[in-house]
């Protein structure tokens, strides 16, 4: 490969991607850039997400959904399996599933902490596994997992949520590093608060205008912003980005 004559346009055509967490939020944006950008979609989430089909009809891209349980191992396996049957490879694989919870250490909940790191550690973890053998087997690819601000500094009521996105991080170090040789690149993006549906519940408020004024840039993200370094990390401009956790915070992080 000439490394110097990559694809300015940033384009994945011909690529297979998987993305995890797909129904919806930054996982739904992302599979949608990834089709405008000519790549191949599967879905992974617990239920189809319902407005993707047509979406991906409408730009041309090769799509299938897989409705599975991302703690579970059989349906991670059986999803890269399934996917290299339908398209002949995987290329990228997006880690966006992911739960969130606010909660005091004092006050955190055991059920819903080995629930938080089952859904955003483990399964994410295992997910990478999976890919890897698929991509070393295949000369390369890419490995795209979502973090998080809070995996980076501590924040308040994020004990759960904090621990799961910092081991996400270091995963991807360790991914990468191990590799690398393999010409599989391994990287995390760390957003702030992202305004999909759900954030734009929670943090449309007294609470999001205060929080607010602590990120230098003085607003929260989109999950387009997002899905735009997921196609930038997988595409072959980034192919010396490794290890590497992009964190798209306005500057909350810097302070």
Known sequence: MDYRNFNEDFS?????????????????EIARMY???????????LSEPA??????????AGYMAYAGNITETEAIEACVAQTVERFGSL??????AGIGVVEGVLEH?????DKTLGINLTGTVRFMKAAAKVMK??????????????????????????????????ATKQFAMEMAQYNINVNAISPTIILTPMGE??????RGEE??????????????????CAVFLASDAASLINGANLVIDGGFTIC
Not at 211 to 225: C, D, S
């Open 201 to 206: 519940e929670n943090w449309n408020n007294e």
């Open 12 to 28: 994945l055509k011909g690529k297979t991607a998987i993305v995890t967490g797909a129904a919806s939020g930054i996982g739904f």
């Open 35 to 45: 089709a405008r950008k000519g790549a191949n979609v599967v879905s992974f989430d």
């Open 51 to 60: 407005e993707l089909p047509a979406y991906m009809e409408q730009h041309g």
């Open 109 to 113: 909940d055991e059920a819903l902490w």
């Open 91 to 96: 290329d990228i694989l997006v880690n966006c």
């Open 211 to 228: 929080f607010k004024k602590k990120i230098p840039a003085h607003r929260f993200g989109y999950p387009e912003e997002v899905a735009a």
């Open 137 to 170: 087997e295949n000369g390369g690819g890419k490995i795209i997992n979502m973090g998080s601000q809070a995996g980076v500094v501590a924040l308040e009521g994020h004990l759960t949520y904090g621990c799961a996105k910092a081991a996400v991080i270091y």
